[in-house]
Protein backbone atom coordinates (compact mmCIF):
# COMPACT_ATOMS: atom_id res chain seq x y z
CA UNK A 1 0.00 0.00 0.00
CA UNK A 2 1.76 3.58 -0.72
CA UNK A 3 2.68 5.55 2.12
CA UNK A 4 -0.24 8.02 1.30
CA UNK A 5 -2.92 6.21 2.55
CA UNK A 6 -1.50 5.61 5.79
CA UNK A 7 -0.63 9.31 6.07
CA UNK A 8 -4.30 10.29 5.20
CA UNK A 9 -5.61 7.54 7.40
CA UNK A 10 -4.11 8.90 10.73
CA UNK A 11 -4.86 12.38 9.95
CA UNK A 12 -8.66 10.99 9.91
CA UNK A 13 -9.96 12.85 6.86
CA UNK A 14 -13.13 11.84 7.27
CA UNK A 15 -14.41 13.71 10.75
CA UNK A 16 -12.04 16.66 9.97
CA UNK A 17 -10.31 17.82 13.43
CA UNK A 18 -12.13 18.71 16.15
CA UNK A 19 -15.16 17.91 14.32
CA UNK A 20 -16.79 14.73 16.34
CA UNK A 21 -18.14 12.06 13.48
CA UNK A 22 -21.30 11.89 13.27
CA UNK A 23 -24.16 8.97 14.29
CA UNK A 24 -24.17 8.20 10.03
CA UNK A 25 -20.51 8.02 10.04
CA UNK A 26 -20.31 5.95 12.89
CA UNK A 27 -22.64 3.61 11.52
CA UNK A 28 -20.85 3.89 8.04
CA UNK A 29 -17.59 3.02 9.21
CA UNK A 30 -18.87 -0.06 11.05
CA UNK A 31 -20.30 -1.61 7.92
CA UNK A 32 -16.54 -0.57 6.13
CA UNK A 33 -14.65 -2.54 9.00
CA UNK A 34 -17.45 -5.86 8.14
CA UNK A 35 -16.30 -5.26 5.18
CA UNK A 36 -12.43 -4.99 5.32
CA UNK A 37 -13.09 -7.79 8.38
CA UNK A 38 -14.08 -10.25 5.04
CA UNK A 39 -11.24 -9.25 2.84
CA UNK A 40 -9.35 -10.41 5.46
CA UNK A 41 -10.75 -13.54 5.97
CA UNK A 42 -10.38 -14.24 2.16
CA UNK A 43 -6.55 -13.13 2.61
CA UNK A 44 -7.08 -9.78 0.41
CA UNK A 45 -5.27 -8.03 2.89
CA UNK A 46 -4.76 -5.17 0.37
CA UNK A 47 -8.39 -4.63 0.42
CA UNK A 48 -8.52 -4.88 4.09
CA UNK A 49 -5.84 -2.27 4.33
CA UNK A 50 -8.06 -0.24 2.39
CA UNK A 51 -11.43 -0.58 3.91
CA UNK A 52 -9.99 -0.49 7.25
CA UNK A 53 -8.38 2.62 6.33
CA UNK A 54 -12.08 3.98 5.40
CA UNK A 55 -13.50 3.14 8.57
CA UNK A 56 -10.60 4.75 10.17
CA UNK A 57 -11.18 7.88 7.96
CA UNK A 58 -14.50 8.42 9.53
CA UNK A 59 -13.77 7.30 12.65
CA UNK A 60 -10.11 7.79 13.81
CA UNK A 61 -10.88 7.28 17.34
CA UNK A 62 -11.88 3.59 17.31
CA UNK A 63 -8.40 1.56 18.69
CA UNK A 64 -9.93 -1.59 16.90
CA UNK A 65 -9.92 -0.29 13.72
CA UNK A 66 -6.00 0.37 13.85
CA UNK A 67 -5.65 -2.59 15.71
CA UNK A 68 -7.16 -4.90 12.83
CA UNK A 69 -5.60 -2.88 10.18
CA UNK A 70 -1.77 -3.63 12.14
CA UNK A 71 -2.60 -7.22 12.00
CA UNK A 72 -3.35 -6.73 7.72
CA UNK A 73 -0.17 -5.01 7.66
CA UNK A 74 1.38 -7.69 9.95
CA UNK A 75 0.63 -10.28 7.16
CA UNK A 76 1.86 -8.22 4.21
CA UNK A 77 5.11 -7.77 5.82
CA UNK A 78 4.61 -4.25 6.52
CA UNK A 79 5.95 -4.29 9.77
CA UNK A 80 6.75 -0.25 10.16
CA UNK A 81 3.13 0.33 9.24
CA UNK A 82 2.20 -2.22 11.62
CA UNK A 83 3.88 -1.09 14.40
CA UNK A 84 2.43 2.50 14.30
CA UNK A 85 -1.11 1.55 13.52
CA UNK A 86 -0.58 -0.92 16.84
CA UNK A 87 0.77 1.88 18.85
CA UNK A 88 -1.85 4.08 18.23
CA UNK A 89 -4.57 1.86 19.08
CA UNK A 90 -2.66 1.60 22.64
CA UNK A 91 -2.88 5.28 22.49
CA UNK A 92 -6.75 5.59 21.91
CA UNK A 93 -7.54 2.59 24.50
CA UNK A 94 -4.97 1.69 27.31
CA UNK A 95 -6.80 -1.17 27.80
CA UNK A 96 -7.08 -2.62 24.35
CA UNK A 97 -4.87 -5.79 25.13
CA UNK A 98 -4.97 -6.81 21.18
CA UNK A 99 -2.65 -3.32 20.75
CA UNK A 100 -0.25 -4.13 23.20
CA UNK A 101 -0.18 -8.14 21.08
CA UNK A 102 0.03 -6.18 17.52
CA UNK A 103 2.83 -3.90 18.52
CA UNK A 104 4.99 -6.88 20.14
CA UNK A 105 4.01 -9.05 16.97
CA UNK A 106 5.69 -6.22 15.02
CA UNK A 107 8.94 -5.56 17.15
CA UNK A 108 9.28 -9.28 17.18
CA UNK A 109 9.39 -9.07 13.38
CA UNK A 110 11.65 -6.39 13.23
CA UNK A 111 13.96 -8.18 15.47
CA UNK A 112 13.49 -5.45 18.60
CA UNK A 113 12.86 -8.32 21.27
CA UNK A 114 13.31 -6.16 24.29
CA UNK A 115 10.57 -3.55 23.28
CA UNK A 116 8.19 -6.70 22.28
CA UNK A 117 8.87 -8.30 25.76
CA UNK A 118 7.43 -4.74 27.44
CA UNK A 119 4.50 -5.36 25.82
CA UNK A 120 3.84 -9.18 26.57
CA UNK A 121 4.76 -8.12 30.23
CA UNK A 122 1.94 -5.33 30.11
CA UNK A 123 -0.87 -7.99 28.90
CA UNK A 124 0.83 -10.75 31.41
CA UNK A 125 0.02 -7.79 33.85
CA UNK A 126 -3.49 -7.25 32.30
CA UNK A 127 -4.49 -10.68 32.18
CA UNK A 128 -2.57 -12.61 35.17
CA UNK A 129 -4.66 -15.52 34.04
CA UNK A 130 -3.73 -16.13 30.11
CA UNK A 131 -2.08 -19.10 29.48
CA UNK A 132 -1.45 -17.88 26.07
CA UNK A 133 -0.19 -14.19 27.39
CA UNK A 134 2.56 -16.09 29.47
CA UNK A 135 3.43 -18.48 27.05
CA UNK A 136 4.49 -15.29 24.49
CA UNK A 137 5.92 -13.53 27.84
CA UNK A 138 8.50 -16.60 28.77
CA UNK A 139 9.05 -17.26 24.47
CA UNK A 140 10.34 -13.90 24.45
CA UNK A 141 12.29 -13.64 27.48
CA UNK A 142 13.82 -16.75 26.63
CA UNK A 143 15.02 -14.74 23.50
CA UNK A 144 16.15 -11.47 24.77
CA UNK A 145 18.49 -13.75 27.34
CA UNK A 146 19.86 -15.92 24.66
CA UNK A 147 20.30 -12.36 23.13
CA UNK A 148 21.98 -11.00 25.69
CA UNK A 149 24.05 -14.15 26.03
CA UNK A 150 25.49 -14.23 22.79
CA UNK A 151 26.78 -10.53 22.69
CA UNK A 152 28.43 -11.49 25.83
CA UNK A 153 30.35 -14.57 24.65
CA UNK A 154 30.83 -12.56 21.22
CA UNK A 155 33.21 -9.60 22.79
CA UNK A 156 35.17 -12.17 24.49
CA UNK A 157 36.65 -13.81 21.31
CA UNK A 158 37.34 -12.19 18.84
CA UNK A 159 35.46 -13.54 16.09
CA UNK A 160 37.38 -17.50 15.90
CA UNK A 161 36.27 -18.73 12.87
CA UNK A 162 33.97 -21.66 13.30
CA UNK A 163 36.34 -23.39 10.81
CA UNK A 164 38.97 -23.26 12.99
CA UNK A 165 36.87 -25.84 15.70
CA UNK A 166 35.87 -28.41 12.86
CA UNK A 167 38.05 -31.48 12.08
CA UNK A 168 36.11 -32.42 9.26
CA UNK A 169 39.08 -34.74 7.73
CA UNK A 170 38.59 -37.19 10.82
CA UNK A 171 34.81 -37.00 10.19
CA UNK A 172 33.59 -40.66 9.17
CA UNK A 173 30.75 -41.55 6.22
CA UNK A 174 28.62 -44.24 7.94
CA UNK A 175 28.23 -47.07 6.10
CA UNK A 176 24.53 -46.74 6.25
CA UNK A 177 24.61 -43.73 4.10
CA UNK A 178 23.64 -44.11 1.01
CA UNK A 179 23.37 -40.69 -0.02
CA UNK A 180 25.74 -37.95 -2.36
CA UNK A 181 29.53 -37.73 -1.13
CA UNK A 182 31.60 -35.36 -2.60
CA UNK A 183 34.39 -36.67 -5.62
CA UNK A 184 37.38 -36.60 -3.75
CA UNK A 185 36.27 -33.43 -1.82
CA UNK A 186 35.02 -32.02 -4.46
CA UNK A 187 31.26 -30.83 -6.10
CA UNK A 188 31.03 -32.66 -9.70
CA UNK A 189 27.68 -32.09 -11.44
CA UNK A 190 27.04 -35.99 -11.03
CA UNK A 191 26.89 -34.92 -7.25
CA UNK A 192 24.36 -31.86 -8.02
CA UNK A 193 22.20 -34.24 -9.38
CA UNK A 194 22.26 -37.07 -7.07
CA UNK A 195 21.60 -34.49 -4.46
CA UNK A 196 18.74 -32.57 -5.95
CA UNK A 197 17.21 -36.20 -6.52
CA UNK A 198 18.39 -36.64 -2.61
CA UNK A 199 16.56 -33.78 -1.93
CA UNK A 200 13.69 -34.49 -3.57
CA UNK A 201 12.85 -37.72 -1.39
CA UNK A 202 13.37 -35.17 1.11
CA UNK A 203 16.72 -37.35 2.70
CA UNK A 204 19.98 -35.27 4.64
CA UNK A 205 23.09 -34.58 2.80
CA UNK A 206 25.48 -35.92 5.34
CA UNK A 207 26.88 -33.57 7.73
CA UNK A 208 30.54 -33.94 6.56
CA UNK A 209 29.42 -33.26 3.17
CA UNK A 210 27.65 -30.19 3.92
CA UNK A 211 30.76 -28.82 5.97
CA UNK A 212 32.99 -29.41 3.07
CA UNK A 213 30.50 -27.49 0.87
CA UNK A 214 30.15 -24.47 3.68
CA UNK A 215 34.03 -24.19 4.19
CA UNK A 216 34.50 -24.28 0.34
CA UNK A 217 31.94 -21.60 -0.53
CA UNK A 218 33.28 -19.32 2.18
CA UNK A 219 36.50 -19.36 0.37
CA UNK A 220 35.17 -18.71 -3.19
CA UNK A 221 32.64 -16.55 -1.53
CA UNK A 222 35.60 -14.07 0.84
CA UNK A 223 37.98 -13.57 -2.30
CA UNK A 224 34.93 -11.80 -4.26
CA UNK A 225 34.19 -8.15 -4.27
CA UNK A 226 31.22 -6.73 -2.89
CA UNK A 227 30.17 -5.16 -6.05
CA UNK A 228 30.44 -7.88 -8.63
CA UNK A 229 30.64 -6.90 -12.19
CA UNK A 230 30.15 -9.15 -15.00
CA UNK A 231 30.39 -8.53 -18.62
CA UNK A 232 27.93 -10.67 -21.38
CA UNK A 233 28.91 -10.92 -24.81
CA UNK A 234 26.58 -10.33 -27.61
CA UNK A 235 25.25 -14.14 -28.02
CA UNK A 236 25.19 -14.50 -24.27
CA UNK A 237 22.16 -14.63 -22.02
CA UNK A 238 22.08 -14.86 -17.94
CA UNK A 239 18.75 -15.73 -15.98
CA UNK A 240 18.07 -13.90 -13.02
CA UNK A 241 15.58 -14.85 -9.95
CA UNK A 242 14.48 -13.29 -7.58
CA UNK A 243 13.68 -14.47 -3.58
CA UNK A 244 13.39 -18.07 -3.04
CA UNK A 245 12.64 -18.40 0.37
CA UNK A 246 13.20 -21.92 1.19
CA UNK A 247 10.73 -22.83 -1.47
CA UNK A 248 13.05 -25.95 -2.52
CA UNK A 249 10.55 -27.65 -5.26
CA UNK A 250 9.87 -24.23 -6.79
CA UNK A 251 13.61 -23.83 -7.35
CA UNK A 252 13.60 -27.24 -8.88
CA UNK A 253 10.82 -26.38 -10.89
CA UNK A 254 12.92 -23.14 -12.23
CA UNK A 255 16.08 -26.24 -13.10
CA UNK A 256 13.50 -28.05 -14.78
CA UNK A 257 11.97 -25.24 -16.60
CA UNK A 258 14.77 -23.13 -17.54
CA UNK A 259 17.72 -25.82 -17.80
CA UNK A 260 20.46 -26.79 -14.85
CA UNK A 261 23.28 -23.72 -14.48
CA UNK A 262 26.09 -24.28 -16.48
CA UNK A 263 29.16 -22.15 -18.05
CA UNK A 264 26.34 -21.74 -21.54
CA UNK A 265 23.11 -21.16 -18.89
CA UNK A 266 24.73 -18.38 -16.05
CA UNK A 267 22.32 -17.54 -12.91
CA UNK A 268 22.03 -14.60 -10.51
CA UNK A 269 19.84 -15.30 -7.44
CA UNK A 270 18.97 -11.86 -5.75
CA UNK A 271 19.45 -12.87 -2.28
CA UNK A 272 16.88 -14.33 0.41
CA UNK A 273 17.38 -18.47 -0.49
CA UNK A 274 16.33 -19.28 3.30
CA UNK A 275 13.73 -18.64 5.86
CA UNK A 276 9.69 -19.06 5.68
CA UNK A 277 9.70 -21.66 3.60
CA UNK A 278 10.97 -25.23 5.51
CA UNK A 279 13.04 -26.54 2.74
CA UNK A 280 16.02 -23.70 3.60
CA UNK A 281 18.33 -26.30 4.04
CA UNK A 282 18.11 -27.85 0.78
CA UNK A 283 17.79 -24.51 -1.40
CA UNK A 284 20.64 -23.06 0.11
CA UNK A 285 22.89 -25.93 -0.01
CA UNK A 286 22.24 -26.61 -3.73
CA UNK A 287 22.57 -23.04 -4.36
CA UNK A 288 26.41 -23.14 -2.64
CA UNK A 289 26.63 -26.38 -4.69
CA UNK A 290 26.76 -24.68 -7.86
CA UNK A 291 28.55 -21.63 -6.62
CA UNK A 292 31.07 -24.33 -6.11
CA UNK A 293 30.66 -25.69 -9.36
CA UNK A 294 30.05 -22.77 -11.24
CA UNK A 295 32.45 -20.13 -9.52
CA UNK A 296 32.65 -17.46 -12.61
CA UNK A 297 28.74 -18.46 -14.01
CA UNK A 298 26.62 -18.93 -10.84
CA UNK A 299 25.93 -15.96 -8.66
CA UNK A 300 24.68 -15.56 -4.92
CA UNK A 301 23.74 -11.87 -3.90
CA UNK A 302 22.87 -11.22 0.13
CA UNK A 303 19.47 -10.57 0.67
CA UNK A 304 17.63 -9.45 4.19
CA UNK A 305 17.10 -12.59 5.23
CA UNK A 306 20.85 -13.91 5.06
CA UNK A 307 21.35 -12.49 8.13
CA UNK A 308 21.06 -13.69 12.29
CA UNK A 309 18.02 -11.72 13.48
CA UNK A 310 16.26 -12.89 10.24
CA UNK A 311 17.40 -16.27 10.82
CA UNK A 312 16.22 -16.61 14.53
CA UNK A 313 12.98 -15.31 13.58
CA UNK A 314 12.07 -17.14 10.36
CA UNK A 315 12.96 -20.24 10.43
CA UNK A 316 16.42 -21.13 9.07
CA UNK A 317 18.45 -21.04 12.51
CA UNK A 318 15.60 -23.32 13.53
CA UNK A 319 15.96 -25.03 10.86
CA UNK A 320 19.56 -26.00 10.62
CA UNK A 321 19.75 -27.26 14.19
CA UNK A 322 16.89 -29.48 13.59
CA UNK A 323 18.62 -30.91 10.81
CA UNK A 324 22.17 -30.37 11.84
CA UNK A 325 23.72 -28.29 15.12
CA UNK A 326 23.66 -24.92 16.79
CA UNK A 327 27.44 -24.82 14.96
CA UNK A 328 26.59 -25.59 11.99
CA UNK A 329 24.42 -22.97 11.91
CA UNK A 330 26.94 -20.33 13.13
CA UNK A 331 28.99 -21.69 9.90
CA UNK A 332 26.29 -20.94 7.67
CA UNK A 333 26.12 -17.23 9.58
CA UNK A 334 29.27 -16.52 8.68
CA UNK A 335 29.58 -17.70 5.39
CA UNK A 336 25.91 -15.53 4.42
CA UNK A 337 28.87 -12.46 5.52
CA UNK A 338 30.78 -13.14 2.56
CA UNK A 339 28.17 -12.77 -0.26
CA UNK A 340 28.10 -9.82 -2.48
CA UNK A 341 25.63 -7.25 -2.08
CA UNK A 342 25.38 -6.13 -5.83
CA UNK A 343 26.43 -7.29 -9.57
CA UNK A 344 26.41 -4.99 -12.48
CA UNK A 345 25.89 -6.40 -16.18
CA UNK A 346 28.14 -4.69 -18.81
CA UNK A 347 28.32 -1.67 -17.01
CA UNK A 348 24.28 -0.73 -17.35
CA UNK A 349 22.36 -2.65 -15.27
CA UNK A 350 22.39 -2.81 -11.33
CA UNK A 351 21.95 -5.82 -9.54
CA UNK A 352 20.80 -5.62 -5.64
CA UNK A 353 18.20 -7.49 -3.24
CA UNK A 354 16.55 -4.22 -1.90
CA UNK A 355 17.32 -1.08 -3.78
CA UNK A 356 18.33 2.39 -3.62
CA UNK A 357 19.34 4.74 -0.65
CA UNK A 358 18.10 6.94 1.95
CA UNK A 359 20.42 9.69 0.89
CA UNK A 360 21.24 11.45 -2.95
CA UNK A 361 24.65 11.13 -4.55
CA UNK A 362 25.59 7.31 -3.84
CA UNK A 363 27.95 5.95 -6.53
CA UNK A 364 29.23 2.28 -7.53
CA UNK A 365 32.66 3.59 -6.39
CA UNK A 366 30.61 3.89 -2.71
CA UNK A 367 28.92 0.41 -3.27
CA UNK A 368 32.62 -0.71 -4.00
CA UNK A 369 34.06 0.10 -0.81
CA UNK A 370 31.46 -1.04 1.48
CA UNK A 371 33.05 -4.02 4.32
CA UNK A 372 29.94 -6.33 3.60
CA UNK A 373 31.78 -8.65 6.21
CA UNK A 374 29.29 -8.12 9.15
CA UNK A 375 25.44 -8.44 9.81
CA UNK A 376 23.99 -5.31 8.35
CA UNK A 377 24.17 -2.13 10.30
CA UNK A 378 20.49 -0.49 11.25
CA UNK A 379 21.02 2.41 8.61
CA UNK A 380 23.49 3.38 5.69
CA UNK A 381 24.18 1.98 2.29
CA UNK A 382 24.38 -1.66 3.30
CA UNK A 383 21.53 -1.56 4.98
CA UNK A 384 19.28 0.41 2.18
CA UNK A 385 20.84 -2.84 -0.83
CA UNK A 386 19.29 -5.14 1.14
CA UNK A 387 15.88 -3.91 2.55
CA UNK A 388 14.63 -0.45 0.59
CA UNK A 389 11.23 -0.55 -1.47
CA UNK A 390 10.70 1.52 -4.50
CA UNK A 391 7.22 3.75 -4.08
CA UNK A 392 5.49 5.39 -6.88
CA UNK A 393 5.76 9.12 -5.68
CA UNK A 394 8.25 11.17 -6.24
CA UNK A 395 10.97 11.53 -3.27
CA UNK A 396 11.45 9.35 -0.06
CA UNK A 397 9.38 8.24 2.92
CA UNK A 398 9.86 6.03 5.74
CA UNK A 399 9.65 2.85 5.00
CA UNK A 400 6.74 0.62 5.25
CA UNK A 401 8.93 -2.34 6.91
CA UNK A 402 10.32 -0.26 9.62
CA UNK A 403 13.56 -0.55 7.59
CA UNK A 404 15.54 1.64 5.28
CA UNK A 405 13.36 3.54 3.15
CA UNK A 406 10.88 4.10 -0.06
CA UNK A 407 12.53 5.76 -2.82
CA UNK A 408 10.55 7.50 -5.41
CA UNK A 409 11.00 7.54 -9.84
CA UNK A 410 13.26 10.54 -8.91
CA UNK A 411 15.65 9.04 -6.84
CA UNK A 412 16.03 6.21 -9.25
CA UNK A 413 16.35 8.37 -12.43
CA UNK A 414 19.29 10.71 -10.68
CA UNK A 415 21.05 7.75 -9.02
CA UNK A 416 21.33 5.96 -12.90
CA UNK A 417 22.00 9.53 -14.41
CA UNK A 418 25.21 9.73 -12.30
CA UNK A 419 26.28 6.41 -12.38
CA UNK A 420 25.37 5.98 -16.01
CA UNK A 421 23.22 2.94 -15.83
CA UNK A 422 20.29 1.65 -17.35
CA UNK A 423 18.07 0.32 -14.51
CA UNK A 424 18.06 -1.58 -11.87
CA UNK A 425 16.62 -5.18 -11.32
CA UNK A 426 15.67 -5.82 -7.15
CA UNK A 427 13.67 -8.32 -5.70
CA UNK A 428 12.46 -8.56 -1.90
CA UNK A 429 8.75 -8.32 -2.66
CA UNK A 430 5.93 -10.28 -3.57
CA UNK A 431 4.05 -9.42 -6.79
CA UNK A 432 0.64 -11.20 -7.81
CA UNK A 433 2.41 -11.59 -11.31
CA UNK A 434 6.00 -12.83 -9.91
CA UNK A 435 7.61 -9.37 -11.54
CA UNK A 436 6.57 -5.59 -11.87
CA UNK A 437 7.84 -3.02 -13.72
CA UNK A 438 8.74 0.58 -11.77
CA UNK A 439 9.48 4.29 -12.08
CA UNK A 440 9.26 4.73 -15.95
CA UNK A 441 10.93 1.05 -16.55
CA UNK A 442 14.03 2.09 -14.50
CA UNK A 443 13.11 -0.14 -11.29
CA UNK A 444 12.53 -4.00 -11.96
CA UNK A 445 11.27 -6.16 -9.39
CA UNK A 446 11.35 -9.96 -9.73
CA UNK A 447 10.54 -12.58 -7.44
CA UNK A 448 10.39 -16.16 -7.20
CA UNK A 449 8.83 -17.82 -4.34
CA UNK A 450 5.38 -18.83 -6.20
CA UNK A 451 2.30 -18.81 -3.55
CA UNK A 452 4.70 -17.67 -1.10
CA UNK A 453 4.12 -19.01 1.85
CA UNK A 454 1.77 -21.39 0.70
CA UNK A 455 -1.08 -18.65 0.23
CA UNK A 456 -0.23 -15.71 -1.30
CA UNK A 457 -1.38 -16.99 -4.71
CA UNK A 458 1.11 -15.03 -6.47
CA UNK A 459 3.06 -16.18 -9.91
CA UNK A 460 6.83 -16.35 -9.59
CA UNK A 461 9.22 -15.35 -12.53
CA UNK A 462 12.60 -14.73 -13.69
CA UNK A 463 14.31 -12.29 -16.13
CA UNK A 464 16.66 -13.38 -19.27
CA UNK A 465 18.95 -10.24 -19.67
CA UNK A 466 20.92 -11.19 -23.48
CA UNK A 467 24.42 -9.34 -23.81
CA UNK A 468 22.70 -7.49 -27.18
CA UNK A 469 20.14 -5.90 -25.90
CA UNK A 470 19.85 -6.08 -21.93
CA UNK A 471 15.80 -6.01 -22.13
CA UNK A 472 14.13 -7.74 -19.40
CA UNK A 473 12.43 -11.16 -20.86
CA UNK A 474 9.92 -12.16 -17.98
CA UNK A 475 9.36 -16.02 -17.10
CA UNK A 476 5.96 -16.65 -15.26
CA UNK A 477 5.62 -20.46 -13.93
CA UNK A 478 3.06 -21.31 -10.92
CA UNK A 479 3.95 -23.01 -7.52
CA UNK A 480 4.28 -26.79 -7.87
CA UNK A 481 3.21 -29.32 -4.97
CA UNK A 482 5.75 -29.77 -1.96
CA UNK A 483 5.44 -32.26 1.05
CA UNK A 484 3.32 -31.66 3.40
CA UNK A 485 5.44 -29.57 5.75
CA UNK A 486 4.56 -26.38 6.28
CA UNK A 487 6.31 -22.90 5.83
CA UNK A 488 7.06 -21.62 8.78
CA UNK A 489 7.42 -24.68 10.33
CA UNK A 490 10.59 -23.93 12.47
CA UNK A 491 9.89 -20.32 12.80
CA UNK A 492 10.22 -18.94 16.08
CA UNK A 493 6.59 -20.29 18.16
CA UNK A 494 6.22 -16.50 18.94
CA UNK A 495 5.96 -15.77 15.23
CA UNK A 496 3.45 -18.34 14.62
CA UNK A 497 1.54 -17.23 17.65
CA UNK A 498 1.86 -13.73 17.13
CA UNK A 499 0.73 -13.09 13.76
CA UNK A 500 -1.33 -15.69 12.93
Known sequence: PAMAEGERAESGGGAGPGRPPSPADLERAEALKTRANEFFKGKDYENAVKYYSSAIELNPTNAIYYGNRSLAYLRTECYGYALADATRAVELDKKYVKGYYRRAASNMALGKFKAALRDYETVVKVRPNDKDAKLKYQECHKIVKQKAFERAIASDEHKRSVVDSLDIESMTIEDEYSGPKLDGGKVTLDFMKELMQWYKEQKKLHRKCAYQILVQVKEVLAKLPTLVETTLKETEKVTVCGDTHGQYYDLLNIFELNGLPSESNPYIFNGDFVDRGS???????????FKLLYPDHFHLLRGNHETDNMNQIYGFEGEVKAKYTAQMFALFSEVF????????????????HGGLFSEDGVTLDDIRKIERNRQPPDSGPMCDLLWSDPQPQNGRSVSKRGVSCQF?????????????????????EVKPEGYEVAHDGKCVTVFSAPNYCDQMGNKGSYIHLRGSDLRPDFHQFTAVPHPNVKPMMYANTLLQLGMM
Open 408 to 428: GPDVTKSFLERNRLDYIIRSH
Open 337 to 352: EWLPLAQCINGKVLIM
Open 279 to 289: FSVEVILTLFG
